[in-house]
């Protein structure tokens, strides 16, 4: 299913809103999308440029469950499934992402926007950037860029990515930034695999699409794709890149970035542009999730795992709810270690029985405050680097304290005193009325 498709698909439970009078690109479009989360919406008339702009796309699981036609409960077991036996997608000769080509690129042209008072810039945070290696062939990730020409952006490059090997190792990388994408593509573009691992193919996995080759290198792109900026990415040109408000909903600090320069952007004809809201429901979603399955994984080579939850009160990345089956006293113990190798970026780690509901913040409190003693209950995991993400890390290191809470509780006899006894179930109608 194509980005289009799927706003076809949108219906009465996930409606898509329409804004028809004209908007800014410049702070207006992100507090206008902001105040209508979670719902997808649609801007026609945006006064800076002559693109559509699309935002709030996938704000909820359910909407992700949605796009696949499956429950939210099978979609660990899917996305585990397609990162473990990714598929190569169809080859085409032509695409609509290439109708209109611009060999002299100009990205005033665009609807980037500018989220928030003391951004560095207009920001691209929507784009997935594939680039290419000689041996480990392709990757398929998340940089957000800052325009500070019209042809010209700073690329944020976390070390030790495998992007970041790729730009160490070569000096100067040719990438795509493909913007208005499938949500298959943006989850994909969002896990995190080994180097030498195409997440094209998880995507495909995930459900088929066609490709194409680039127009400016042999890079292979989705070719449903709304935009595509081509360009080349500098190891040695360095730009500030900041200030920007990311997944924590906080500021992020200025550094010296690698430099993009675009030298070809191409679209389809009716092209719609996908804003992407920084430390908004859609980013948290699209950061948290796929970490889910590597999670789940872990835990269930240790214990027996039913459920994992990034949540967005941990911002969707520093904590994550982890529901097990209890079959011996010290899973809830195992189940922590294991989460901790499964997303090393996490600071928190709950783990919880069958019967709590790991969806619902007050279930989890409350089995915090029935079931857990700080004593032999809390696992300190050690102070170790975490998230550049967290601003309560130590700012040259990112060094933080990890760790986990059982929140299960004992096995045997004495389990009874620990469960939640429910009132009888009464239909309100018979009596009232």
């Excluded at 780690?349 to 089995?367: C, G, M, N, S, T």
Aim: net charge negative; charged share 20%.
């Amino acid at each position: 299913m194509t980005l289009r498709d799927y706003l076809h698909s949108l219906n009465r439970e996930n409606p898509l809103i329409e804004v028809n009078k004209p908007i800014s690109k410049h702070l207006a479009l992100s507090g206008l999308l902001k105040a209508l989360e979670p719902s997808p919406v649609l801007c026609n008339q945006v006064i800076e440029s002559a693109y559509p702009v699309l935002g709030n796309l996938l704000c909820t699981k359910e909407a992700f469950a949605g796009y696949l036609g499956i429950s939210v409960q099978k979609m660990i077991p899917r996305m585990i499934s397609a990162i473990e036996t990714p598929t190569a997608p169809q080859l085409a000769a032509e695409a609509p992402c290439q109708t209109v080509i611009h060999e002299q690129p100009d990205l005033d042209d665009l609807p980037i926007l500018f989220h928030c008072e003391g951004d560095g810039g207009n920001y691209i945070s929507s784009g997935v950037m594939i680039a290419g290696h000689p041996r480990y062939g392709q990757n398929m990730d998340f940089h957000r860029c800052m325009q500070f020409s019209k042809t010209e952006m700073a690329v944020r490059v976390v070390k030790g990515r495998n992007f970041d090997a790729f730009l160490q190792d070569l000096g100067q990388v040719d990438v795509a930034i493909c913007i208005g994408v499938a949500p298959n593509i943006l989850v994909a573009g969002a896990t995190s695999v080994q180097i030498g691992v195409d997440e094209l193919g998880i995507a495909n996995a995930l459900s088929p699409f066609r490709v194409v080759k680039a127009q400016t290198s042999d890079l292979l792109i989705p070719a449903e794709a709304e935009f595509v900026l081509e360009g080349s990415v500098y190891r040695d040109r360095r730009h500030a890149e900041g200030p920007f408000v990311d997944l924590t909903e906080t500021r992020d600090v200025i550094r010296q970035e690698p430099v993009l320069e675009v030298k070809c952007i191409t679209h389809r004809r009716d092209a719609l542009w996908h804003a992407l809201l920084p430390g908004g429901l859609e980013h948290k979603l699209l950061m948290g999730m796929p970490r889910e399955p590597t999670i789940f994984r872990e835990v269930n080579r240790a214990v027996e795992c039913l459920d994992v939850h990034i949540n967005p009160g941990g911002s969707s990345w520093l904590h994550a709810i982890v529901q097990i089956r209890k079959h011996s006293p010290d899973d809830g113990i195992k189940a922590i270690h294991a989460a901790h190798r499964g997303h090393s970026s996490c600071k928190h780690i709950f783990v919880v029985d069958e019967d709590i509901d790991i969806y619902d913040p007050l279930a989890v409190e409350w089995a915090m405050a029935t079931r857990f003693q700080a004593d032999h209950d809390l696992v300190r995991l050690g102070r170790e680097r975490g998230s550049s993400l967290d601003p309560s890390a130590e700012s040259d290191t990112y060094n933080t304290c990890k760790v986990g809470f059982d929140l299960t509780a004992p096995l045997g006899s004495i389990r009874k005193s620990f469960t939640k006894v429910s009132f009888p179930q009464v239909d309100p109608g018979q009596y009232l009325g």
